[in-house]
């Protein structure tokens, strides 16, 4: 009964027609009705549609499916195209009760190839390191190249350490991807066992750490010891922005962000981006991408979000929040029950 009644709730909900706004933290359904399963996610802009990766929890916690992707031509409506990366195509470690998370797509223009990175863990997560997946189309099949932890380096290794860093490299949990403007991509991702931020410069395919890898010229210690994670970047007048979270689990807290006029930096500490009501919480979600908005003129960006439901992780919510770069380089995020992109040629213009 209690099936039937959120079925006919969820079909009511696209009985309604085509979505033309974004209620964060509401139930989104994809074109089929059915709850959107793309955790962790982030977005692709390609040949005119977005494409939409993230865990997909359906059956709950840990990698039990694979990296689902949808697409869209508004942000608005999505349809769920395929399970781009299956659960049995990565090794046996991050199936079932493995891990494999915050999966980001890049095209890459002189491979033409996609290229999938994730973080994969085992179930204890001291794993913690990244998997690299290609595709020759957005929606997969992805075929799982390898498992690598991109970056070795002596940062003053802990006595004891289950994730091995001496011998195996540092450490790679909460991660994202970045295209710069001129063409070369970079791996933001929570290391040191997730004591300071990583920001590493691909190589010309994407698949790996630009070798040799240098310090401070192919890659940075970011964030020094301060325990940050769900690294979101992006970029505006030539100055990098990064919002991340603390380190909690899947329970929310503060968001941060910081600046810098070079990748690799100094990154600025600029405090809290989040205004209002809960904003202790970063509205209970953790980033996870942030989106330059289509049509919105320069400095226009979406904040995307999880709102993790850590008892049944497969009903966790999304929270997707407008804002624009000020005069002065600063963001502000607002809680909004509903908006959609006009939002930009009113309010944020
Ligand atoms: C969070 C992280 C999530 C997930 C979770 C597991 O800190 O951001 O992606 O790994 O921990 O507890």
Same mark, same amino acid.
């Given at each position: 009964?209690?099936?039937?009644?959120?079925?006919?709730?969820?079909?009511?909900?696209?009985?309604?027609?085509?979505?033309?706004?974004?209620?964060?933290?509401?139930?989104?359904?994809?074109?089929?009705?059915?709850?959107?399963?793309?955790?962790?996610?982030?977005?692709?802009?390609?040949?005119?549609?977005?494409?939409?990766?993230?865990?997909?929890?359906?059956?709950?916690?840990?990698?039990?499916?694979?990296?689902?992707?949808?697409?869209?031509?508004?942000?608005?409506?999505?349809?769920?195209?395929?399970?781009?990366?299956?659960?049995?195509?990565?090794?046996?470690?991050?199936?079932?009760?493995?891990?494999?998370?915050?999966?980001?797509?890049?095209?890459? #223009?002189?491979?033409?190839?996609?290229? /999938?990175?994730?973080? @994969? %863990? *085992?179930? &204890?997560? !001291?794993? =913690?390191?990244?998997?690299?997946?290609?595709?020759?189309?957005?929606?997969?099949?992805?075929?799982?190249?390898?498992?690598?932890?991109?970056?070795?380096?002596?940062?003053?290794?802990?006595?004891?350490?289950?994730?091995?860093?001496?011998? #195996?490299?540092?450490?790679?949990?909460? /991660?994202?991807?970045? @295209? %710069? *403007?001129? &063409?070369? !991509?970079? =791996?933001?991702?929570?290391?040191?066992?997730?004591?300071?931020?990583?920001?590493?410069?691909?190589?010309?395919?994407?698949?790996?750490?630009?070798?040799?890898?240098?310090?401070?010229?192919?890659?940075?210690?970011?964030?020094?010891?301060?325990?940050?994670?769900?690294?979101?970047?992006?970029?505006?007048?030539?100055?990098?922005?990064?919002?991340?979270?603390?380190?909690?689990?899947?329970?929310?807290?503060?968001?941060?962000?910081?600046?810098?006029?070079?990748?690799?930096?100094?990154?600025?500490?600029?405090?809290?981006?989040?205004?209002?009501?809960?904003?202790?919480?970063?509205?209970?979600?953790?980033?996870?991408?942030?989106?330059?908005?289509?049509?919105?003129?320069?400095?226009?960006?979406?904040?995307?979000?999880?709102?993790?439901?850590?008892?049944?992780?497969?009903?966790?919510?999304?929270?997707?929040?407008?804002?624009?770069?000020?005069?002065?380089?600063?963001?502000?995020?607002?809680?909004?029950?509903?908006?959609?992109?006009?939002?930009?040629?009113?309010?944020?213009?």
């Amino acid at each position: 009964m209690k099936i039937l009644v959120s079925l006919l709730a969820v079909s009511a909900l696209w009985a309604a027609g085509p979505r033309r706004e974004f209620t964060p933290g509401e139930v989104w359904p994809d074109t089929d009705g059915n709850p959107i399963q793309a955790h962790g996610g982030g977005l692709l802009r390609h040949k005119g549609r977005w494409y939409w990766y993230g865990e997909d929890k359906a059956l709950g916690n840990f990698n039990r499916t694979g990296v689902a992707v949808y697409s869209s031509k508004d942000l608005y409506n999505w349809k769920r195209e395929a399970i781009a990366l299956r659960k049995d195509d990565v090794p046996e470690l991050f199936r079932d009760h493995g891990v494999c998370e915050r999966p980001k797509v890049l095209y890459n #223009r002189k491979t033409r190839k996609f290229v /999938m990175w994730m973080h @994969l %863990d *085992d179930r &204890g997560y !001291a794993e =913690a390191s990244a998997g690299v997946a290609v595709s020759d189309s957005p929606t997969g099949p992805f075929r799982f190249l390898h498992q690598i932890r991109p970056i070795h380096y002596d940062f003053g290794y802990p006595e004891k350490d289950r994730t091995n860093q001496r011998e #195996r490299g540092s450490t790679y949990r909460d /991660m994202n991807l970045f @295209l %710069d *403007d001129d &063409g070369r !991509a970079y =791996a933001f991702y929570a290391s040191e066992d997730n004591w300071t931020m990583y920001v590493v410069r691909l190589n010309a395919e994407f698949t790996g750490p630009e070798a040799p890898a240098v310090l401070g010229r192919t890659w940075a210690r970011i964030l020094v010891r301060q325990m940050r994670e769900a690294p979101a970047p992006f970029k505006h007048k030539g100055r990098y922005y990064l919002i991340t979270s603390g380190c909690t689990g899947w329970n929310p807290n503060r968001a941060g962000y910081a600046v810098a006029g070079n990748i690799l930096g100094p990154w600025t500490d600029m405090g809290d981006p989040s205004a209002g009501p809960e904003a202790e919480t970063t509205f209970r979600s953790q980033s996870t991408f942030v989106l330059p908005a289509p049509g919105a003129g320069k400095g226009a960006f979406i904040f995307m979000a999880d709102r993790w439901m850590p008892k049944s992780l497969q009903d966790s919510r999304y929270v997707w929040l407008p804002f624009r770069v000020d005069a002065a380089g600063r963001i502000e995020l607002k809680w909004r029950t509903r908006w959609d992109l006009n939002i930009f040629k009113s309010e944020l213009k």
